[in-house]
């Protein structure tokens, strides 16, 4: 399975950005499909998550302004981000759970593939 990103993109503080995840295989049988954000010096962070079975799960700087959801066939997760701050300034990747390991659902280790990521800049 291949992930590529779209939708990023820059825009001024309290703009919005909808960001995509289209994969090449069948992610159906995922636990998780997650968006994760690393900006410059920083180390990558969970963003938002969603399970197969539809829950989700946010990073708390984000809450009430983020929200992550995906199409009918499970195979295109969004993430629509609204009243973006120049502090969500970072490169987006979005990301796969086949494994369904324990370590919560911001836990970089049980996602595998990655995409390459989508820049999102907020001035």
């Known amino acids: 399975v291949q992930l590529v990103e779209s939708g990023g993109g820059s825009v001024q503080a309290g703009g919005s950005l909808r960001l995509s995840c289209a994969a090449s295989?069948?992610?159906?049988?995922?636990?998780?499909m997650g968006w994760f954000r690393q900006a410059p010096g920083n180390e990558r962070e969970g963003v938002a998550s969603?399970?197969?079975?539809?829950?989700?799960y946010y990073a708390d700087s984000v809450k009430g302004r983020f929200t992550i959801s995906q199409d009918n066939d499970r195979d295109i997760p969004y993430l629509q981000m609204n009243s973006l701050k120049p502090e969500d300034t970072a490169m987006y990747h979005c990301?796969?759970?086949?494994?369904?390991?324990?370590?919560?659902?911001?836990?970089?280790?049980?996602?595998?593939?990655w995409g390459q990521g989508t820049q999102v800049t907020v001035s």
């Open positions: 295989g069948n992610t159906g049988s995922c636990y998780l």
């Open positions: 969603i399970s197969r079975y539809g829950s989700t």
């Open positions: 990301a796969a759970d086949f494994i369904g390991a324990s370590g919560g659902w911001s836990n970089t280790m049980r996602y595998n593939p």
